[in-house]
């Protein structure tokens, strides 16, 4: 299962999608799994309590360290997966370089994905979106 954080959130530099466009590119990606949206909470701790009482797992595998630390602090396993070219694939560069104009972001998602954020004009929505 694969959860999207964040998921009331769309239209800002960090989140420019809606969840049903984020689920899309994951599904996309993953065809088996299932998706489902994690809203942010008021705490923490609150946060990662509203995933324990929806979700069964036995493991949290993030990339984000913030997301590991509040599962660690919980006592839950947690696991950082591993990274191709961390530093070119990115969610953050490929974000700057489509709100700059820059096509060559395009060359950094699979292509099922870039099919997809095409039909949703990311770069057009990204570049019309402030930077904070």
Request: glycine residues 4%; positive net charge.
């Amino acid at each position: 299962m694969i959860l999207v954080g964040s998921s009331e959130k769309m239209n800002t530099f960090d989140n420019p999608l809606s969840y049903n466009e984020r689920r899309k590119l994951i599904k996309k990606c993953f065809p088996g799994k299932d998706v489902f949206p994690v809203s942010d909470k008021e705490s923490d701790e609150e946060w990662v309590e509203s995933i324990e009482e929806k979700f069964k797992f036995e493991v949290v595998v993030s990339g984000n360290e913030w997301t590991r630390e509040c599962f660690e602090r919980k006592n839950h396993r947690v696991k950082k997966p591993p990274f191709y070219r961390r530093d070119i694939y990115r969610g953050t560069l490929i974000r700057k370089k489509a709100k700059k104009g820059d096509e060559s972001w395009k060359e950094l998602v699979p292509e099922q994905v870039l099919e997809l954020l095409e039909e949703f004009r990311f770069q057009k929505r990204m570049e019309k979106i402030e930077e904070v």
